[in-house]
């Protein structure tokens, strides 16, 4: 028996059968495919993000002046840091201005005409009651937040251009509520028109991951996702069985190009194992450190040891890993599951850390395992079953009752999302994985540290 594998491992109740391992080995080099659905997970920013408004100049504008009104404003502003409004549309018609400013304009343009000509406003009072004598042909031009430009100077850059006066003969200047930060989707973008201006989704997201890289990436996991969650689950069920630790598994694959993709590492949770061939009881905990993503990633360490010293006989490590390590199972394979892709796959020389490699997690990663992850350097994470008391990777913070959506899908947690924090020196992708039969990954209980 290798060092590491206790008397309560399951390999132990093999049959009398030559080829059993042989069979085993080729059942678990070839998961099974579940379908499901892939959720990109939102960033901190993205949860986080405040509707932030800025007062910003509009004025009206003949329509065939606006070109020379635009350029007049650029040649002043072009030299000054200002808040970028680039999501915003630049001229807009009044028909597409919403409600709340077309009431604001004829409010002004109305007390316009009543301070000029108190007479008219009996005919004002028709003209609002009937719909008549609106500007649906007037063109709005936009112009920078209040505290770029001031008034006087708006009135000396458009001296002699075609732009509607007040009384005073300075233009005619409205201010307007904008948002100041770029959308995130269509959805939020059409919010926005409704509710301050007009405004752009222009496919980016400044608060987390490009759209487009996630669609490719979900794309490219979609091939497979089913598989390494199953196998995943298969190492749980093993290190479970075998009461090694609790039901979570992990799964870590090196993408790879084409349709081949390289299983690097598959471990399960070893938090009640100790010193062989001892095995500790549940209260009774033999390494807290032995989540199946830590062990995962110390399984990686040594592998990509043992390739970059030319170690020819894995079993020798497995002896020298006995020696160093007696108190831990961390990294060392315990269950027939681990020791198969442990010995049967091989890891690219001269790698560094876990950095272009995917993990595959039954569940959402404690905070200690995601800040793991982080400095591991992975590409992508995928987890099962959100864990909303305990995960380190979601942002969504928990608001009185833990609420549910199809698929089991817990909302609110600690709202750590590590994953992609601006204060951390790296960022990876991550997505939660539903499968379209809820009972196909293991339940354990919400508090717990997976």
Same mark, same amino acid.
């Given at each position: 028996?290798?060092?590491?594998?206790?008397?309560?491992?399951?390999?132990? =109740?093999?049959?009398?059968?030559?080829?059993?391992?042989?069979?085993?080995?080729?059942?678990?080099?070839?998961?099974?495919?579940?379908?499901?659905?892939?959720?990109?997970?939102?960033?901190?920013?993205?949860?986080?993000?405040?509707?932030?408004?800025?007062?910003?100049?509009?004025?009206?504008?003949?329509?065939? $002046?606006?070109?020379?009104?635009?350029?007049?404003?650029?040649?002043?502003?072009?030299?000054?840091?200002?808040?970028?409004?680039?999501?915003?549309?630049?001229?807009?018609?009044?028909?597409?201005?919403?409600?709340?400013?077309?009431?604001?304009?004829?409010?002004?343009?109305?007390? *316009?005409?009543?301070?000029?000509?108190?007479?008219? =406003?009996?005919?004002?009072?028709?003209?609002?009651?009937?719909?008549?004598?609106?500007?649906?042909?007037?063109?709005?031009?936009?112009?920078?937040?209040?505290?770029?430009?001031?008034?006087?100077?708006?009135?000396?850059?458009?001296?002699?251009?075609?732009?509607?006066?007040?009384?005073?003969?300075?233009?005619?200047?409205?201010?307007?509520?904008?948002?100041?930060?770029?959308?995130?989707?269509?959805?939020?973008?059409?919010?926005?028109?409704?509710?301050?201006?007009?405004?752009?989704?222009?496919?980016?997201?400044?608060?987390?991951?490009?759209?487009?890289?996630?669609?490719?990436?979900?794309?490219?996991?979609?091939?497979?996702?089913?598989?390494?969650?199953?196998?995943?689950?298969?190492?749980?069920?093993?290190?479970?069985?075998?009461?090694?630790?609790?039901?979570?598994?992990?799964?870590?694959? =090196?993408?790879?190009?084409?349709?081949?993709?390289?299983?690097?590492?598959?471990?399960?949770?070893?938090?009640?194992?100790?010193?062989?061939?001892?095995?500790?009881?549940?209260?009774?905990?033999?390494?807290?450190?032995?989540?199946?993503?830590?062990?995962?990633?110390?399984?990686?360490?040594?592998?990509?040891?043992?390739?970059?010293?030319?170690?020819?006989?894995?079993?020798?490590?497995?002896?020298?890993?006995?020696?160093?390590?007696?108190?831990?199972?961390?990294?060392?394979?315990?269950?027939?599951?681990?020791?198969?892709?442990?010995?049967?796959?091989? %890891?690219?020389?001269?790698?560094?850390?876990?950095?272009?490699?995917?993990?595959?997690?039954?569940? *959402?990663?404690?905070?200690?395992?995601?800040?793991?992850?982080?400095?591991?350097?992975?590409?992508?994470?995928?987890?099962?079953?959100? %864990?909303?008391?305990?995960?380190?990777?979601?942002?969504?913070?928990?608001?009185?009752?833990?609420?549910?959506?199809?698929?089991?899908?817990?909302?609110?947690?600690?709202?750590?999302? %590590?994953?992609?924090?601006?204060?951390?020196?790296?960022?990876?992708?991550?997505?939660?994985?539903? $499968?379209?039969?809820?009972?196909?990954?293991?339940?354990?209980?919400?508090?717990?540290?997976?």
């Amino acid at each position: 028996m290798l060092a590491g594998v206790s008397d309560h491992d399951n390999i132990q =109740s093999q049959p009398d059968n030559p080829n059993y391992e042989q069979s085993m080995e080729e059942s678990f080099l070839q998961p099974v495919h579940s379908p499901g659905v892939l959720t990109a997970l939102k960033t901190k920013l993205e949860i986080d993000n405040p509707e932030d408004t800025v007062e910003a100049l509009v004025i009206r504008v003949d329509p065939k $002046a606006a070109s020379l009104a635009l350029k007049a404003v650029q040649e002043i502003l072009v030299s000054r840091s200002t808040i970028d409004l680039q999501h915003l549309r630049r001229f807009v018609k009044y028909d597409f201005l919403p409600a709340r400013l077309k009431r604001s304009i004829q409010e002004k343009e109305n007390s *316009e005409r009543v301070l000029a000509d108190p007479s008219l =406003s009996e005919t004002i009072l028709k003209d609002l009651s009937t719909g008549t004598n609106l500007p649906s042909s007037s063109l709005y031009m936009l112009i920078s937040s209040t505290d770029a430009i001031s008034l006087g100077e708006l009135s000396d850059c458009f001296t002699g251009l075609p732009i509607e006066l007040d009384r005073e003969g300075n233009p005619q200047v409205f201010t307007f509520t904008v948002p100041a930060l770029t959308p995130i989707s269509e959805q939020q973008a059409q919010q926005m028109t409704e509710k301050y201006w007009p405004t752009i989704f222009r496919n980016s997201n400044p608060f987390g991951p490009h759209p487009s890289i996630l669609s490719r990436a979900e794309v490219d996991l979609s091939r497979h996702v089913g598989k390494w969650m199953n196998l995943a689950e298969q190492a749980a069920e093993q290190t479970k069985s075998a009461f090694h630790g609790e039901h979570v598994g992990a799964v870590i694959v =090196s993408p790879g190009s084409g349709t081949q993709e390289a299983i690097a590492i598959v471990a399960g949770d070893a938090r009640h194992s100790g010193p062989q061939p001892m095995v500790y009881e549940r209260q009774n905990v033999g390494n807290v450190a032995a989540h199946a993503t830590m062990r995962a990633i110390a399984m990686v360490a040594r592998k990509r040891r043992h390739v970059n010293t030319h170690l020819d006989d894995i079993r020798e490590e497995y002896d020298q890993a006995k020696t160093d390590r007696e108190h831990s199972p961390l990294d060392i394979p315990l269950t027939t599951l681990e020791k198969t892709y442990y010995e049967k796959t091989q %890891m690219a020389p001269n790698g560094y850390l876990c950095n272009d490699l995917d993990i595959y997690v039954t569940h *959402e990663p404690c905070t200690m395992c995601s800040m793991a992850i982080l400095h591991s350097r992975f590409a992508r994470v995928i987890f099962g079953q959100r %864990m909303p008391l305990t995960g380190g990777l979601t942002a969504e913070t928990s608001r009185g009752e833990l609420q549910t959506e199809p698929g089991n899908a817990d909302i609110g947690g600690l709202g750590y999302g %590590m994953f992609w924090r601006k204060e951390l020196n790296w960022k990876l992708l991550a997505w939660q994985w539903q $499968a379209s039969q809820p009972d196909s990954l293991s339940a354990i209980p919400r508090n717990m540290h997976a």
